[in-house]
């Protein structure tokens, strides 16, 4: 690639002429190293970038030269540019976990290798240095009472387990593959159950020596998971399924997955349940024991050519799964915003759903959503906005949002991640645009009276401010229309998202918007010429233009989609 990040260990491929064995690669300014080359022939050759390539305080990215070194004989000759991407000092918090005991939360920013603690009473925060990319976490009690936490990583790094018990927090490793994106713990039974996208398996692994019990292929890109009874439910977010795998050997059971004729239960895609064609990337996923079901967060069912036209079918809610029937049994949408992370209060049979392009969490009667089609339409109790702290810097001007029908002030929160006190009564929020743990009273959620306490901040996201408005951009839903960027493509790939269009219609797939920079034009037929060009014309169509993109808000946008780099 042309465009690399610092955030990991990234390879690289080289052509040339005339290259030979002894060869090293040399970046220059400002990183000025050199790394070894290995070279397959002549014309192709190979290297990996240190995973601890520091870039000056304030750079967002920055173009290295690139030429070749060698010990003996003339100087290669040649260069080529390399864009270098800063996001080893780019906070981005992604995950959370609370201890047994409620008293420290535990937060994942997988950019810059850090997971905080965040002490709940006093907002004390005490940062912590694990491995390369913390991507999930996971905490527990085992057969013997004592309390866990997991820090699970995108790199090889493995599973660093620490006893939360203990008076310092040392971490032990069990080996785990690269790539792990989601993280289940039975704790009784000490056993992890990791997903990765690189080979695309979940793995059980004991936690006493880390040896593994089974690995199942499973759908691309697996990542939410959760456990019911004697069953693994895992999203593949490259096909909107949810696959069913036995705990104790790994088979698999029959896929759930959205098919025709599945009740959808608000938003603008209720009417179109007969043109149902699979579903989008599972978002997250809660088990609850009591009422027997899984609920899913997603953009809803994938919906095909229909009379209407209808092309894009975002329809953000919570759906229903039925494991034991191994059905999808509804979905209820919202038909705004982008529904992400989940928590459950069994015993109050009260569910919680974080809105990342809203910034709003909704409080469900969880009951109401099993019950059956009528219910459900009834079940959100209380929609609770995230305001965003003082001085926090807007996409647009104040007076812009909150009105003609567009998202309010507190898109700019961003809540990702839920968690619930042991005794169901607090609730807490993790932001990720403004790096902050919002502290919710949930005592009367029931009765729809949810209240904001206070904001913990945990770390400052506001040294990049272009490159942290265009994240907001990215994310949020600002004409409340149910699409944004990150709709169709997921953290920047892509979420299995259909839609249709020209004459006659033609089924379409999201693609990745990972690298993209180097690869105008885009769509097909292609039909913008720039990342900016882009910006504007779909960023405008998002939101049925109310309003129009600002060209400060083109500007942040093209700006973010451009340091997405490929993965390693």
Known sequence: PKLTSNQTSQPLSLYGENLVPGLRLV?????????????ADARHAYARLPADLTLPAGTVQTDVQLSLATSTGPRPTGTARLTVVN??????LMAMGLSPDGRTLFVASPPTDTVFALDVASGHVEAMAVGDGPSALATWKDAGGHSWLGVAHQSDAGLWLYA???????????????GVWGLEVDGAKGVAFVAEHIRDTVRALALEDGRERWSAAVDPNPRAMARWKGLLAVGGLQTGQVVLLRQDDGRELAPLVPKPGVPIVGGPTEAFSAQVMGGKAPRALVASERLGRVFMSSLGPNVGP???????????GVAVLDLDRQQVVRHRGFGAGVTEGLALDDRAGLLYAADVGLGQVRVLDAKALVKGDAAAREAVLQTLPVPAPEGTPFI????DLGTKGRAGLELHSGPRSLALSPDGRTLYVLNRFTGTVAVVDASEARAGRARLVRQW????????????LG??????????????????????HTGGVFFEKTRPMRIYRSTTALGSRDTPPYFTPASTRSLAETAETVGGRNRYHNPDPL????EALALYTSLLPTPP
């Open 27 to 39: 970046l220059g300014a400002p990183l000025s190293r050199e790394v070894p080359l290995t070279v």
């Open 87 to 92: 996001d080893a000092a780019f906070p981005d």
């Open 164 to 178: 939360l018990d203990a008076p310092e927090r040392k971490a032990r490793v069990v080996p785990t593959p690269a």
């Open 306 to 316: 229909n009379a209407q036209r209808m092309e894009v079918s975002a329809n953000s």
């Open 396 to 399: 647009r001007p104040a007076e």
């Open 457 to 468: 901040p945990v770390v400052d996201v506001r040294s990049r401010e272009q490159r942290r």
């Open 471 to 492: 994240q907001v951009l990215y994310f949020s839903d600002v004409g409340r229309t149910g699409m944004s960027c990150d709709a169709c493509h997921i953290e920047g």
């Open 551 to 554: 060209p400060s808000e083109v």
